[in-house]
């Protein structure tokens, strides 16, 4: 019988292999990091983008949409339905015009500056403008929101956010 030499306690080629395959898990590691990182902002900005056309589509409709007797009858004849996005219209006093189903009585973000703000559980886009460019219109303060819970859903990889089957 053939007796096998005993392996040597240290081979180059074993430590090579070993520092080889821990720099690929390592570099594999850090780009997996930077592109979840970097789906989560623009995920972000994209959710931030669609508060903000929301609000600024409220703000251009003329004031008659909000003001009319007969606007609180037509929302309420809605039916309810489960909304990820919210929103509030006041007029240039404060008082409040209309807001979506879900959205509270009170401001989203009372006294907040024109952007983007997380205030307790809503991730708020606030839009004020001065008034119609025809000067027929008073000043509106708009504010559109998401909470903050549906927000970290969508931009985590949470089972039930799969795609639909066709």
């Known amino acids: 019988m ?25 570099f594999w590691l850090i780009g997996s990091a930077g592109t979840l990182f970097g789906v989560w902002y623009e995920t972000g900005k994209v959710l931030d983008s669609a508060l903000r056309e929301f609000a600024e589509r409220l703000t251009v409709l003329p004031d008659v949409a909000f003001a009319d007797e007969r606007s609180e009858q037509l929302f309420a004849a809605l039916a309810a339905h489960q909304e990820f996005v919210v929103y509030q219209v006041f007029d240039a006093k404060g008082k409040l015009w209309v807001r979506s189903h879900a959205a509270p009585v009170q401001p989203l973000d009372a006294g907040a500056p024109t952007g983007v703000r997380e205030t307790g559980e809503w991730r708020v886009f606030t839009l004020a403008s001065q008034g119609a460019p025809d000067g027929q219109g008073e000043g509106r303060r708009v504010q559109v929101a998401e909470s903050v819970e549906h927000r970290r859903k969508q931009v985590s990889f949470h089972k039930n956010n799969a795609a639909p089957k066709a």
């Open 2 to 26: 053939s007796e096998q030499a005993p392996r040597p306690a240290w081979s180059l080629e074993h430590w090579l292999r070993w520092r080889l395959i821990g720099t690929v898990a390592g």
